[in-house]
């Protein structure tokens, strides 16, 4: 074999090198958060070595939220053999969320991910990002899971060192170039390259958001009454209230939530847990009489000042279930919202506005809903909920009003309209997953919201009318993506609600090469008005494939069948 | 295609199958996301029209080349069907490391429970890593 040599020049380059690595690296470590929790300590030095400064490898050069860091537990667990009661699990995970999570300003632009929403959003238009990083990370997964995570450089080159030690096949998969460097293109580095130096520049471990709120942090101060409004897809606004009260060491939390449809009056009550990590991300759990199969999660963020919270609770086997929520503390009255946003001119009806802590036994002369619109008569007046007979002049101009409630502003507009002119379905499109048979059925919720198209006449444009939800037909419609297609009639079926129920999962012996219950379909809205006239939407649904492999850091119910929605409570299903 | 004349059965079975919406849709008005009934490109077949395919949102949903949710046109006419027909080439070779069990390192044991997924899919497990 021969001796290898180095020539003396090259060798003192590289003894150079070294010394300027190693100066490098000192800098880096210097810039790492310690880890003073003697439980972390214990449980995770086996692998991980903490030096004289307190910085144990690789956990203090990242921050994460909760979910980021519960799931790196679980990889320690099923892969690296560590073996950890879930209490100290807990306990690790509440304390680097704590110390080594992400501030409220680094979360807001990618909380869909912890909200689990089915979402329109994009790394390049968010974060001005590089199309080619983009690649490389969602060929896999979503980029909310990377946004959501602050590491030093080193660590981002770890983390994709650790990708390819786990997932070999990622080199080829979104590690790689796909098609060659345009010819004008003044970037030629490997994508993976450019990720390293992109996510290290856009996302570092010491940034003013955190060094701002990790001075500031501390257990928010949550105990009271707050007035809960919210939207639930597919079945419209929700008023009530939650009472949040503080354990002794105010970090855990019990609540008792109460709301209704203001649609239907259908009324809710839930009982409650929650924890609030880094001092701002509110994760809890709720139930209807204690059954866990009416169990919704909950994930908001208290805004700084403590009045308020909001977020989305969720449920269903892909999230899909749930509403949007806003918490605002109520120690004096707080108007929430009317219901419905919209009257047409000539008409009469009944508007209700809801709150909490209202004046009681107001009269018509103490709600103003703007010029045009005549308070006839208030039929109910007590704490949560106004209700007042209304008519709609026929001359009334189309636009929305403010609204005024015994002299405080009611949140939302009441519209008056002259004609419905288009109905827009949500989501404009939907994803469904087939289940039932080995894997749990992913649902797809539709509503329809009505638009007037306002006094020019022209739809879309920016004088258009938002008219609110309103009750439709719905049904399905063929998506015509080869000839004679016939998903229709094999992917499931929409119901009454709105709510897409999947068909079964697993290969169909009575379909041409016994292609699965997938295919593309239109939701069909049809709106009928008092006239008879039809005004029809639509969206478009994929019915797809199930995953065979969760990476949410809680199991999804497996179990087939219907899961109970937000708000039964055993009478609907 | 008003302006086009089918002249061989393939044309006319184009046209036959182009017919069929254009009554469901008459006299009605769609979302933005439908076409119009009055837009002529309303009768063609969406999936082989070269214009925008059909909106995916990308936010938390994965989509890639060929494709596990969406094909590249964004439907879900070009997927391997039955999924189960492919899905252990998947574990073998990691093709959809994010969807589909590897049998690398989380879970190595994965198809043990069945021999041909196509007859035994029940028996697949979802996968927790």
């Known amino acids: 074999m021969k001796p290898l040599t180095i020539q003396a020049p090259a060798a003192l380059a590289a003894v150079l090198l070294m010394a300027a690595a190693g100066q490098a690296q000192e800098a880096e470590e210097t810039t790492g958060i310690p880890v003073t929790d003697q439980l972390v300590i214990d449980t995770c030095v086996r692998c991980h070595a903490v030096d004289d400064d307190g910085m144990m490898t690789r956990v203090s050069y990242m921050r994460k939220t909760p979910e980021g860091w519960q799931q790196s537990i679980r990889r320690m667990v099923t892969l690296n053999e560590v073996e950890l009661e879930p209490e100290i699990a807990r306990d690790i995970v509440r304390y680097l969320s704590d110390h080594h999570g992400i501030a409220p300003e680094e979360l807001r632009p990618a909380r869909f991910e912890v909200e689990r929403r089915l979402i329109d959003w994009s790394y390049e238009a968010s974060h001005e990002g590089d199309e080619d990083v983009d690649r490389v990370c969602s060929s896999c997964h979503s980029m909310g899971r990377v946004v959501t995570q602050r590491r030093t450089r080193e660590e981002w080159d770890l983390l994709m060192a650790t990708h390819r030690g786990y997932y070999p096949l990622s080199d080829t998969q979104g590690f790689r170039r796909f098609g060659p460097p345009a010819p004008d293109a003044t970037d030629t580095r490997h994508p993976m390259d450019k990720a390293v130096a992109e996510l290290s520049g856009k996302f570092p471990l010491t940034t003013a958001e955190w060094s701002s709120w990790s001075a500031t942090m501390r257990p928010p101060r949550l105990a009271g009454t707050w007035a809960l409004k919210g939207h639930d897809p597919g079945r419209g606004p929700i008023y009530g209230t939650v009472e949040i009260t503080e354990d002794a060491d105010a970090a855990n939390f019990t609540t008792r939530v109460r709301y209704g449809y203001a649609r239907t009056g259908e009324q809710v009550e839930r009982e409650g847990r929650a924890i609030v990590y880094t001092g701002y991300q509110w994760r809890g759990r709720s139930f209807v009489g204690g059954d866990e199969d009416t169990s919704l999660r909950e994930v908001m963020m208290v805004e700084r000042g403590w009045n308020e919270i909001n977020g989305r609770w969720f449920a269903g086997a892909y999230d899909e279930f749930g509403p949007d929520v806003t918490l605002l503390r109520a120690d004096g009255p707080v108007v929430l919202g009317l219901h419905p946003v919209a009257l047409r001119s000539g008409d009469s009806g009944t508007v209700t506005v809801h709150g909490v802590n209202l004046p009681t036994g107001l009269g018509a002369a103490d709600l103003d809903l703007g010029p045009g619109v005549e308070v006839v008569s208030v039929t109910r007046s007590d704490s949560e909920v106004v209700a007042a007979q209304v008519t709609a002049s026929g001359d009334a101009a189309a636009g929305a009003r403010d609204v005024f409630l015994a002299g405080r502003p009611v949140p939302g507009q009441l519209t008056v309209y002259e004609t419905v002119d288009r109905i827009l379905v949500t989501p404009e499109a939907g994803m469904s997953r087939l289940g039932g048979g080995a894997f749990p059925k992913g649902y797809a919720q539709f509503e329809a919201t009505a638009y007037s198209n306002g006094p020019d006449g022209e739809p879309e444009t920016d004088d258009d009318l938002d008219l609110g939800f309103v009750d439709v037909e719905w049904s399905m419609e063929e998506y015509s993506a080869v000839f004679d297609d016939d998903d229709i009639g094999y992917v499931g079926t929409l119901g009454a609600d709105g709510l897409f129920d999947p068909a079964l999962d697993g290969p169909n012996p009575d379909r041409q090469g016994l292609r699965n219950n997938v295919g593309d379909v239109w939701t069909v809205a049809t709106w009928r008005g008092p006239d008879g006239e039809e005004v029809r939407g639509r969206a478009h649904l994929i019915v797809t494939v199930p995953l065979y492999m969760r990476w949410e850091p809680w199991r999804v119910q497996m179990v087939p069948g219907v899961p109970r929605r937000t708000s039964d409570t055993g009478s609907e299903r | ?129």
């Open chain 2, 1 to 129: 295609m008003d302006h086009l004349k089918a002249i061989n059965q393939k044309a006319r079975r184009i046209q036959a199958h182009v017919g069929a919406p254009v009554a469901a849709n008459d006299g009605t008005a769609d979302a933005p996301a439908s076409a119009a009934a009055s837009d002529p490109d309303a009768l063609d077949v969406v999936g082989l029209e070269s214009r925008q395919g059909p909106h995916i949102p990308l936010g938390c949903s994965l989509v890639f080349a060929p494709g596990w949710e969406v094909d590249s046109t964004g439907g879900t006419a070009g997927l391997c069907q039955p999924v189960e027909r492919d899905l252990f080439d998947c574990h073998l070779a990691c093709f959809w490391p994010a969807h589909v069990p590897d049998q690398l390192n989380h879970a190595p044991d994965w198809t043990g429970k069945c021999a041909a997924a196509q007859k035994d899919w029940r028996k697949i497990d979802l996968i927790f890593p």
